[in-house]
């Protein structure tokens, strides 16, 4: 709910208080009680007579009406109780008593002509009348709001206290001088920018494509997984034309109301249309673009008919205005189809994940707010986050300004972007976890594990770090691997080593321990994983070999595939699988019994140091001296907590 609907609501509200207590106010004045009495009594005519010979009565109040009279009275020594009663006609002796006991009278001729109407009028005419003009005065407004052509609401059909926007967009327009963002505020999507280059043109130059016959696109859909920078990318084609842009979300079209989202597609283009030439984007665009089922009522009408009206807005509004439609979505197979056909989307513009130039280009651009300490290696940086989107760069040059901060200085250094890697990577390290000395043997040999058998291998990437200082997200220890060079292609060779690198830990957990722990668990999940794809979807499979047997569902979220076979087949698939598995863990199982020696002195490494690099770890492997760097013989002692062969 944005600021002005707060408001309205809030003026509602008073407005309502105000009628109320004119009502209470008029109620009190016109029909005042008696003042000073707390409770009312109906006593006989006798009792008021002989309250007055014993000079009790205080104030007496006697109202003469058409038909019959009333006295009301108070006691001197009880004025909180209000007596009442009803005098004889013919009793003409009541006002010299009254006179000779000293009370107070008050004597008052009702006019019955008008005292009834007057009832009726403020009791019950009035609170009416208040209700209905406030309600006229509501519906006014909201027609006002809304125009003439948008849709009208009788007082009461629901919404009472909603506002005068009821069919308000509630669209963010940003001036063409606010917009503040171009193209030289977004990198590493060079082929996305040319795509958009063309309508920042014809926003500029209109006149080029109209004398050529040329049409725009009425619409340009921006596609990519989260992060990569859509919403930035549209922001910048307005700030680049310099025209106004009109921002929502797909989600503010749901409404409650079955029609109330299509009216505010009706106000959106009304407003971008008194706006033209302008940008008009639609975030999330599959809240409200899913594809129909076509099964009749669905229970979710109401996104369907604001689909409708979207369809028809967009087929209508007169695209030599300057009108553009930039819509953005991470799940492009849910899509309607006939909101993707020429003529309304028709244009796709794939917004991917950076490769390494586009990572280092993001690095550079977000660095430059940043007060840095040469020397600056980014192109380093850039390597170890393969798969990072946009915005996980910018966290990580973020995360490693806030390092700087905690610890003193005035200006980020390389360390510190090193290591917001791993922060964004595995989390932050976890100081409060404190492993036992058998637990941080048992890390250490594991990843110790993976990295020899990585190693050991070729055509794998190269060991970068190890360490076994557990992390806040649930990780002990981790070994980083960083490709030299930016790959697209991944060989089966290259699949069938990864695997080992898989099973590395789990096998270094048996061949020294004997035993088996819970920390391979994320090693067997992403393993399993790579081994179904090689068989389902990589064609990778000796008995399958290139048949597809399952579909990529999401392909910009979490990439899961669903199996598209039968059942039999189904559990070949898991068979073919487990095998695969059973002969990376017998070839890491191999490399580890060949290197077993190196792997003892490489653990007992780490478990001292508990961090070292890719140089340290060759270094070490690579040495035919078995005694450590700078350690005597006498320092074999410490050795004795670890197992031997």
């Known amino acids: ?38 409770s009312e009594q109906t006593v006989s005519y006798d009792t008021l007579w002989t309250a007055l010979e014993k000079k009790k009565v205080d104030k007496i109040d006697y109202e003469v009406g058409s038909s019959d009279a009333t006295i009301t009275y108070t006691l001197k020594d009880d004025a909180d109780t209000l007596y009442k009663t009803t005098p004889l006609p013919s009793d003409t002796g009541l006002a010299e008593l009254i006179r000779t006991s000293g009370a107070t009278i008050d004597v008052s001729i009702a006019d019955t002509s008008t005292s009834l109407w007057l009832y009726y009028l403020v009791s019950s005419i009035l609170p009416i009348a208040i209700f209905v003009l406030f309600g006229w005065w509501l519906n006014r407004r909201m027609k ?26 509630g669209a963010r327009i940003i ?17 996305a920018k040319e795509s958009l280059k063309e309508v920042v043109d014809f926003l500029e130059n209109p006149k080029r494509y109209e004398d050529i016959g040329a049409k725009l696109p009425r619409g340009a859909l921006l596609v990519g997984p989260p992060g990569t920078g859509k919403t930035l990318m549209a922001k910048a084609v307005a700030g680049e034309a ?12 749901v409404e409650m109301f ?19 030439p302008c940008i008009v984007f639609i975030d999330e665009i599959d809240t409200i673009g899913k594809r129909r089922d076509g099964g009749g009522f669905s229970g979710n009408d109401e996104r369907e008919q604001t689909l409708n009206q979207l369809l028809t807005e967009m087929d209508g509004f007169d695209n030599h205005k300057g009108i553009v439609v930039l819509a953005a979505t991470n799940r492009p197979d849910t899509l309607d189809p006939a909101l993707t056909r020429p003529g309304r989307f028709d244009r796709r513009i794939p917004v991917e994940l950076p490769d390494l130039r586009g990572r280092q280009a993001i690095l550079e651009l977000h660095a430059r707010d940043v007060k840095t300490r040469p020397p600056l290696n980014l192109s380093a940086i850039a390597k170890a986050t393969p798969g990072a989107s946009g915005a996980d760069l910018a966290n990580i040059i ?33 100081k409060s976890t404190v492993l036992s000395d058998h637990e941080k043997q048992v890390v250490a040999y594991h990843e110790i594990g993976h990295a020899l058998v990585a190693a050991s291998q070729t055509h794998t990437a190269p060991v970068t770090k190890i360490t076994i200082v557990p992390r806040t997200s649930g990780a002990l220890g981790y070994t980083m691997q960083v490709e030299q060079d930016e790959k697209f292609l991944t060989t089966r060779q290259e699949a069938l080593n990864k695997l080992a690198v898989y099973c590395g830990g789990r096998c270094a957990e048996e061949l020294i321990f004997d035993e088996m722990t ?6 067997i999940e992403q393993a399993t994983k790579l081994a179904r794809n090689m068989i389902t ?38 068979e073919d699988v487990r095998q695969m598995m059973v002969e990376a863990h017998d070839r890491a199982m191999q490399i580890l019994r060949e290197n077993k020696f190196k792997l003892h002195e490489l653990a007992h490494y780490l478990y001292k140091k508990e961090t070292i690099t890719g140089e340290e770890f060759m270094t070490l492997l690579k040495r035919e001296n078995p005694l450590m760097p700078g350690q005597e013989a006498g320092d074999d002692a410490s050795a004795g907590s670890m197992p031997t062969a």
């Open 537 to 574: 979807r990589f064609g990778m499979s000796d008995d399958f070999g290139m048949m597809a047997l399952g579909t990529v569902q999401n392909a910009y979220l979490n990439q899961d595939t669903s199996l598209t076979c039968a059942p039999g087949t189904a559990e070949k698939v898991d």
């Open 518 to 523: 819970t920390g391979a668990a994320n090693d």
């Open 175 to 191: 001036a063409s001088k606010d917009v503040g963002v171009t193209f030289k505020d977004v990198a590493g999507q060079e082929e």
């Open 242 to 253: 310099g025209v106004p842009f009109f921002s929502i979300s797909g989600s503010e079209f």
């Open 1 to 38: 709910m944005d600021m002005d609907d707060q408001k309205r609501r809030r003026n509602m509200l008073v407005y309502v208080l105000i009628a109320f207590v004119i009502y209470v106010v008029l109620n009190a004045l016109v029909f005042p009680n008696y003042k000073g009495a707390t």
């Open 144 to 169: 006002k709001a809304m125009g003439d052509d948008g849709p009208s609401m009788n007082f009461g059909s629901g919404g009472f206290g909603m506002g005068g926007g009821l069919g308000k967009s």
């Open 398 to 430: 973020n995360e490693g300004a806030l390092r700087a901060v905690r610890h003193g200085r005035d200006r980020a250094t390389q360390d510190d972007f090193e290591e917001s890697v791993e922060t964004v990577i595995a989390g932050q390290q976890r």
């Open 258 to 276: 079955v029609g109330r989202g299509a009216a505010k597609v009706r106000d959106l283009f009304k407003q971008a249309n008194e706006k033209a």
